[in-house]
């Protein structure tokens, strides 16, 4: 059997944000748009308006509001 590339999956929204930010050079695209899928809590809008703040260079803890830390979930904000 041959193994299938990220372009043979289905293309859920959360799997085409993947490409994405894999394209756009994140190192761990599938895990960060899991991570904003979370986020999105399934509406499709918001999934892409975290998507393209990402895509704009924003860290995942700024869009998402959050990050893991430890083994804990803790908040994040852009400080200042």
């Not at 308006?49 to 893991?68: D, Q």
Request: charged content about 30%; hydrophobic content about 40%; some cysteine.
């Amino acid at each position: 059997m041959v193994p299938r590339s990220r372009h043979d999956r289905a293309t859920s929204p959360p799997q085409r944000l993947a490409d994405r930010l894999a394209a756009a050079g994140c190192v761990a695209a599938d895990e960060e748009a899991a991570e904003l899928a979370d986020a999105a809590a399934g509406d499709p809008a918001r999934l892409e308006r975290l998507g393209r703040r990402r895509l704009g260079g924003e860290p995942v803890g700024w869009v998402t509001g959050a990050a893991t830390f430890g083994g804990h979930r803790v908040r994040v904000g852009r400080g200042g």
